[in-house]
């Protein structure tokens, strides 16, 4: 069963009494998740006295005969405050100006601190009667250049934006940015600050397995070598066509299978195995719920050791 710490605000009096209460209950084990607080915290995630509670519980469990599993991060979905910007969960966010026919040198200005331009495109049309086709914009020592057209014109625009989430039901001490799921440094980082912090505090033969929960992770579809990989994987590159995402049609359609395809495919290779990885060389099996956002596929699964689903519809 799940046993939520909330908090943390745990005794080990109360620790043990649950536990013998699960055992008594007949249940076979638990799966610790680390949760926000219901009254004020009596120590921080990760900290000695919190690691401690936690080597107690394990040693615990394990005179009980009770199996013993650890959830990898707090809340939904994993991240904290040793997640940078560099390294936090990203998606592509769009905006559109309608421009005359004359030629303009634009400098590039992001919208919003930290966005990045991905790409600008150009076509013929206005914001009320959209361009049927659109053109790639050069950029040119941060500057768009766009050249004389023949009427009303619709610049579109491509930004790489931090989704700003943050790890949602935090418990104290682990709040902060959720992580690039698609970024295998990302991935590490958040191992090297709190995966390897929990193995070190319980024994590896205390542990039944490691645990991902639901990724439930919103609006991230981007990440900075997106479009190398995409090329690398499908064979043409993203920036001319990127646009086509906004539209309807068979290359659009072609377009978004390919995207989200390579979405997939990075999720499984620079979250998945690299967590599977990271807890085979810590001798414990790795476990997830692997579904939502980012696009996992049931193929996903093969990456970890145990998964399992939530609810009928997941």
């Keep these: 069963m799940r046993w939520s710490w909330f908090g943390p605000g745990v005794t080990q009096g109360e620790l043990e009494r649950e536990l013998i209460a699960i055992a008594d209950a007949g249940l076979g084990g638990v799966e610790v998740a680390y949760v926000y607080p219901l009254a004020p915290a009596t120590t921080k995630f990760g900290s000695d006295s919190f690691l401690a509670d936690l080597r107690f519980a394990a040693e615990r469990a394990h005179e009980l005969g009770l199996r013993f599993h650890l959830t990898l991060g707090s809340g939904l979905s994993f991240g904290g405050p040793h997640i ?44 009320q009667e959209q361009p049927q086709a659109y053109e790639h914009l050069p950029v040119v020592d941060g500057r768009m250049m766009i050249n004389a057209g023949e009427g009303p014109r619709v610049v579109l625009l491509a930004y790489a934006r931090l989704t700003g989430q943050n790890v949602k039901r935090a418990t104290a001490g682990a709040e902060g940015p959720v992580l690039d799921h698609y970024s295998a440094a990302a991935t590490e980082a958040h191992l090297r600050a709190v995966g390897d912090s929990l193995l070190d505090a319980v024994p590896a033969e205390l542990v039944s397995s490691v645990f991902c929960d639901s990724l439930e992770v919103y609006a991230a579809d981007w990440t900075p070598n997106l479009p190398a990989e995409f090329a690398r994987r499908r064979g043409y590159d993203l920036i001319p066509v990127l646009y086509h995402l906004m539209f309807e049609g068979p290359e659009a359609a072609q377009l978004r299978a390919d995207y989200h395809r390579t979405l997939a495919e990075l999720y499984e290779e620079s979250f998945v195995a690299v967590c599977q990885q990271w807890a085979a060389g810590r001798g414990v099996p790795f476990r997830i719920q692997s579904y ?23």
């Design 84 to 127: 940078s910007a560099e390294l936090a969960a990203r998606q592509l966010h769009w905006e559109r100006r309608e421009i005359g026919p004359g030629p303009l040198h634009v400098p590039v200005v992001p919208p919003w601190p930290g966005d990045d331009l991905v790409a600008a495109y150009i076509g013929a049309g206005s914001l």
């Design 292 to 314: 939502g956002t980012p696009p996992a596929t049931i193929s996903s699964y093969r990456f970890s050791d145990l998964f399992e689903g939530e609810g009928w519809g997941t």
